[in-house]
């Protein structure tokens, strides 16, 4: 056991690793995020144009 394997090394980095799907979907989450969050600030800016 004194030498590391390189599969095990890297494994997790790999595409379709486990390291790298938890990266996707937070990514994911982040944008759908920030599409709500421009959809809230046009429907805000929608608001004010009519008050005024």
Do not use: F, I, K, W
């Not at 790298?20 to 982040?30: E, F, K, L």
Request: net charge positive; no cysteine.
């Amino acid at each position: 056991m004194s030498r590391s394997s390189p599969s095990h090394s890297n494994g997790t980095a790999e595409p379709g690793g486990p390291l790298h799907r938890h990266v996707h979907q937070a990514t994911g989450t982040a944008a759908r995020t920030v599409d709500d969050v421009a959809a809230d600030l046009s429907a805000r800016r929608r608001r004010v144009d009519r008050e005024h």
